[in-house]
């Protein structure tokens, strides 16, 4: 078989499977090790054709999947892949560019400052700041976490206790104190008590994982400021909402941030992996990591070296897949897509407020509800347990006020109302 054929094939597979994946259950109803026992211990002595890799993705993968593709999937975050970034991702790979030097991928290097300058415009971050891509949010905020500490001489991170453990674990993996701030009402990082004078980074964020809160970012900023202290600000799901100048609100002081994330592999339905990380002091940045040995020493005049402003040495073409989501879909038609993720969240909201027994446990800014059947924590876990098993849809849940509660997150570009109002009946049903 040519790879011609495969091609077609493989395609036919991915058209095919995206216009059943609503009708597949949404969470893999399999058992740790199940997947693993119907796979051969040791790899095929002779060569086998790509047709059988389509069987066994078929008959032996397909049943270990969640599907993130899913319209029911409102677990987490959505992290859905849209077609033209499908396609873009097979091509990246078909070119395959490793690009560490802009001499190796002068494409891919300026195609990635491109996107991200493209997405800094829709999001409204001021000009000129250096634009990247990295696999995830856990990364991104770790560089910027070297980038800050390299650039203050300090070696404290303070955060929120509502933001990601990511940052958590970038300290950890730094060697950093972290200092966690308690948080308000809306579970907004306090500042009234915050003492920066020996802190490197603050770590502030713009749509928190539990409840999408937004921390109070220009007072945070402003006394970084005094301090000398880096502000990092993590957006890596509520950052594409700021295509919509309604929801920018929440972006109130960014301008003022030394770095940012968002994940466009998040709300911008570009496949994973693509984190977008922009700093405003792009030189300390690559400060912070360029290091380049001679057998990387060029003669290229004005490039830029991407590999100089991160962790990693070879870096995917990236920019590919967001490049065509960001032409295929247009500014209006993200601006669309974002503002019907609010639009369902807002009518599940409704649902929930409008229900006797249930109870709404956080103010909705965006498109995640989170929301509780007014009982015990045993029998919020056990209504999650039940829809999820039932493979109809699939929820996550947080701790908040050290209550249980249920999380239900939009963002999938799939997503119906029909299917919203299915998530609400099982969930009805199951309590
Ligand atoms: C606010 C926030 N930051 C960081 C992350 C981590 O993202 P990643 O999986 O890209 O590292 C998440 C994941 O959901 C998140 O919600």
Redesign the pocket.
Known sequence: MSFREDGHRAVDWAADYLERVGDLPVLAQVKPGDIRAKLPASPPEEAEPFAAVLRDLDEILLPGVTHWQHPRFFA??AASAAEPGILAEMLAATLNSVGFLWRTAPASTELELLVCNWVAQLIGLPDGWHGHIED???TSTLAALIAARHTTGRNVVVCSEHA?S?ADKAARMLGMELRKMPSDDAFRMRVDELRLEDVAAVVA?V???STASVDPVPAIAERCAASGTWLHV?A??AGSAMVCPELRWAFEGVERADSLVV?AHKWMFTPMDC?LLWTSRSAEFRNAFSLVPEFLRTSDEGEVNLSEYGPVLGRRFRSLKLWAVLRCYGAEGLRARIRESVRLAELFEGWVRDEPGWELCAQRHFSLVCFRREGSDEENEAILERVNASGEIFISHTRLNGRYVLRLAIGNDRTTEYDVRRAWDALRDAG
Do not use: I, L, P, V
């Open positions: 987490y975050f995830t949010a856990s990601h990511a964020t749509g928190t994982t993590d890596a799901y994940n984190s």
